[in-house]
């Protein structure tokens, strides 16, 4: 697996922000996006919960290595890049408070899982990028909407009471402002994002930023 499939396991608003990110911060919003994927992946698919958690614990190991394994291409790309890996190991962490609440009955889980995605994000930006916390987790919260129920409805009641204002970033964190503009047009509705006018508000925002 090389970059272009690393890209090529994310949704296509995902990418669409990857392709206004300045080369500074690149790396790190490939690493930590592609990273939750796979981490949601293996919670979604995993029937057997102590398996799942065999899973997890792999990639937290691995995050606190001092190398990346030579097989495996993301945590070469996490290690290359400025993303956090401290913070990376708390999405592990919010992931598999997921896997153990397989009923979906306490919102905490998805809220540590938006906070675990601001905290990489934010890491990625500025001292001057306020904005930047409460529109991560607005957004983290509107993506999980769309995970199975009991999980994606309570995301959503949790998504229409978050912060939808638009948010003003720093350069590095452009793709934060693409993210928070489509899922905040999509909001309540089902689906994934695509469609011409998906591009034009992602090109709006990765160009003005507004």
Do not use: C, F, K
Not at 89 to 95: F, K, N
Not at 123 to 137: I, R, S, V
Not at 179 to 198: E, F, K, V
């Amino acid at each position: 697996m090389n970059d272009t499939s690393i890209l090529d396991t994310l949704p296509v608003e995902q990418r669409l922000a990857l392709a206004y990110a300045p080369s500074v911060s690149r790396g790190g919003w490939t690493a930590g996006l592609a990273l939750d994927v796979r981490l949601a992946r293996i919670v979604l698919s995993s029937r057997e919960t102590m398996l799942g958690q065999i899973r997890l614990a792999w990639w937290r190991d691995r995050l606190a290595a001092d190398a990346p394994p030579g097989g495996e291409p993301l945590l070469r790309l996490i290690h290359a890049s400025q993303v956090s890996r401290r913070a990376l190991s708390a999405l592990v962490d919010a992931w598999e408070e997921v896997l153990l609440d397989a009923d979906g009955q306490h919102a905490e889980p998805l809220e540590h899982i938006a906070a675990a995605r601001a905290g990489w994000i934010t890491g990625l930006g500025g001292t001057g990028d306020a904005d930047a916390g409460p529109a991560a987790m607005a957004w983290a919260l509107a993506d999980m909407s769309r995970m199975p129920s009991p999980h994606g409805a309570l995301a959503q009641d949790l998504a229409e009471r978050a912060d939808w204002r638009r948010p003003r970033v720093s350069r590095p964190l452009r793709p934060l402002a693409i993210l928070h503009a489509l899922a905040r047009r999509s909001r309540g509705r089902a689906g994934s994002q695509g469609g011409p006018a998906t591009l034009l508000v992602a090109a709006r925002v990765g160009l003005l930023g507004v």
